[in-house]
């Protein structure tokens, strides 16, 4: 007959060190969703601004001409800088960013897409709209005017990305923002 010994550690973890680690994780969660919104804006952003630059046809100036719709009448994406960004009409307000914390226990950042607050530059449905820019067409999506960007496809890929490797995008600054405050017990 063997005798056996059986050694064994417990652990206990204090009140006070969960209610740490708690807060730790949620400072944590909530830097990635609220950095996260505006990383996807910003290139939500950029990918606008490259839809623009690949099919522009002229200036404000051109819509006073009688012929400008009897010549071009498709819809034509115009970026009013001087408006500001967010504040122009059409495309630029195809997009709004979120942040959510219900509970303190899901946090969620991004951005909808949608043609909710779009004027109608277009003189056409801003749904219509919406739909021919984030499939990639410039002007009603009949008329097959592609050009390179795929709006919906490459926001869509790069969400995708930062999903992937969200540690390499937000690990170490998350930590850092999470380590700033104060805490009964971790000291940071």
């Known amino acids: 007959m063997k005798d056996k010994i059986k050694l064994s550690f417990s652990a206990i973890i204090s ?13 944590v969660c909530q830097y990635i969703a609220s950095t996260g ?12 601004d490259r839809f623009y630059r690949e099919y522009t046809r002229g200036d404000d100036s051109r819509h006073q001409e009688d012929d400008f719709y009897e010549t071009f ?5 115009i970026r009013h800088h001087d408006r500001g960004l ?22 969620r950042g ?12 277009y003189h056409a449905d801003n749904d219509v709209v919406l739909k021919s820019f984030l499939d990639g067409y410039h ?10 960007t795929f709006p919906l496809k490459e926001i869509l890929e790069f969400r995708d990305i930062i ?10 600054a998350a930590n850092r923002y999470a380590a700033s405050f104060s805490y009964k017990i971790l000291r940071t």
Do not use: C
């Open 163 to 172: 999903r992937e490797n969200i540690n390499e995008y937000f690990g170490a």
């Open 37 to 48: 919104r505006d990383v996807l804006a910003a290139r939500y952003e950029n990918i606008i």
């Open 15 to 27: 009140e006070g060190l969960m209610e740490d680690l708690n807060k730790y994780g949620q400072r």
């Open 110 to 121: 991004g951005i909808i897409i949608d043609s909710e607050k779009m004027y109608n530059d």
């Open 73 to 77: 009448p498709y819809p034509l994406y």
């Open 86 to 107: 967010n504040l122009s009409p059409g495309l630029n307000l195809t997009f709004r960013k979120y942040y959510r914390n219900p509970h303190n226990t899901i946090y």
């Open 139 to 148: 002007g009603p999506e009949f008329m097959g005017i592609h050009k390179g």
